[in-house]
């Protein structure tokens, strides 16, 4: 306890002289909202961040963790930004975005995907998963359903339970190449389906869904007027097949398709923070309403680079995918030759998917394989490569692998890999 004298010049001698206050106060309660207890934290996060905190321990850690491209920004997009910079674009912009960077968004979906869009049907955010959160928020009310083929995406889920709604998992695997076939999505859906997320190529399995594939999933959805197809194409222009098909584009698609896309993945610009919508004005305008109360418009700067790689297009990502092509190529030979592994062959982004199933059960000191989750912590301490476990995208018996990273990593990494394999034992 202490001794606060509170009186003044002007205050009668000694009165309240000895008043005492008390220097203890009630403890703070540590609670968070309800709302954010329906969060897990992102599991390719996490697992990165474990991967930096055992590296600056000292451990020669090699990350395969993150979904990041390990090339640069390209120079044309970088001297954009800059003259963006002389050109004093730093004040507050548009909530959707400038007028010139959505019609630049406009020109590239007429271009690479035969989409007509006007400038209000474009709202740019602060990276696609910004632009998921806006849709699903816009359009998930408690106990609608979104339909999630899986492997997902890993914050897929989290969006659908921060909005109240309920994740109807599609269950695919190695044997499908990891896509929702017509009849799984027409056994899923029901009245209460409200969104229906697709993701071509995919993360985590690189799985690219060709343009047959997407038509009869969308001669389904047509019985469903109430359904809304949510297109995440963020890993559009690194894609084997060349034949990138989207979704708004398949007849009568486009009124209830909203398109999802951005310049983090294809033009390695995952730091400037810039995703987009293209949708209905409707559900464009809700978009719009509900970002104008979080974040406002996304980096003016950043717009202006990003108006620079739309007028460069797929060419700017030639080399990056060509050099991912390669790197595809190589892992999927190390790892077949690794017994428990089964792998198929993505045919765009940056990552391989392999079953592990076939290793469940086995074990080594203290590690006892029964899940992808499991190996890939067994991976980072044994072998100190760090891998994503499948159970966070909605498929345990699988790891995802990232090789973006360079081939001399790569190699190091398989080699690791098997040897930490071979110590298993049943």
């Known amino acids: 306890m202490g001794r606060c004298n509170v009186g003044g010049p002007g205050l009668t001698k000694g009165l309240m002289s000895n008043v005492i206050l008390p220097l203890q106060y009630a403890k703070m309660e540590p609670r968070t909202s309800e709302l954010l207890g329906r969060l897990s934290e992102s599991a390719t996060i996490a697992m990165s961040r474990k991967a930096r905190e055992l590296k600056a321990a000292g451990r020669d850690i090699i990350s395969l963790s993150l979904g990041e491209p390990d090339f640069d920004t390209p120079d044309a997009v ?50 696609a998963k910004h632009s998921l959160m806006n849709v699903v928020l816009s359009l998930v009310d408690a106990g609608d359903e979104v339909i999630l083929p ?36 027409r056994e899923a859906l029901t009245e209460r389906t409200r969104i ?75 730091g400037w923070r810039i995703g987009y919508v293209a949708a209905p004005l409707w559900i464009a305008a809700a978009c719009t ?81 029964t899940s992808g989750q499991d190996l890939a912590m067994y991976l980072l301490e044994e072998a100190e490569v760090a891998t994503v476990g499948g159970d966070a995208f909605g498929s345990p018996n699988c790891i995802r692998i990232s090789y973006a990273a360079s081939e001399s990593q790569l190699n190091e990494a398989i080699r690791r890999i098997s040897d930490a394999v071979g110590k298993l034992d049943s």
């Open 289 to 369: 309403k509900l970002q104008g109360q979080f974040t406002s418009g996304a980096s003016g700067i950043s717009q202006k680079a990003t108006a620079a790689a739309m007028q460069g297009g797929p060419s700017l990502a030639q080399e990056m995918k060509a050099a991912f092509l390669q790197r595809r190529d190589l892992v999927i030979e190390g790892l077949r030759a690794i017994d428990g592994f089964e792998i198929n062959v993505p045919k765009g982004a940056f990552y391989i998917f392999p079953d592990v199933s076939a290793l469940f059960g086995k074990s080594h000191g203290d590690h006892t394989i």
């Open 78 to 127: 970088k001297a954009a930004g800059i003259q963006a910079i002389e050109d004093n674009h730093t004040h507050y912009p548009p909530v959707p975005g400038f007028a010139d960077v959505r019609e630049a968004i406009c020109a590239k979906l007429q271009r690479d995907n035969g989409l007509s869009y006007t400038p209000d049907q474009i709202v740019i955010s602060t990276g």
């Open 196 to 270: 229906v997320m697709l993701n071509s190529p995919n993360n985590p399995s690189g799985s690219v869904y060709n343009k047959a594939e997407l038509e009869a999933l969308a001669e389904v959805l047509r019985e469903h007027p109430h359904a809304i197809a949510v297109s995440d194409e963020i890993y559009e222009y690194i894609n084997f097949t060349e034949q990138h098909a989207s979704f708004a584009g398949l007849p009568g698609m486009m009124e209830r398709t909203v398109t999802v896309n951005g310049v983090s993945k294809g033009f390695a610009m995952t």
């Open 150 to 185: 899986t492997p997902y995406w890993v914050s897929y889920a989290d969006m659908v339970n921060l909005a109240g709604g309920q994740v109807v998992a599609v269950r695919t695997g190695i044997a499908q190449d990891f896509k929702m076939t017509a009849s799984q999505l």
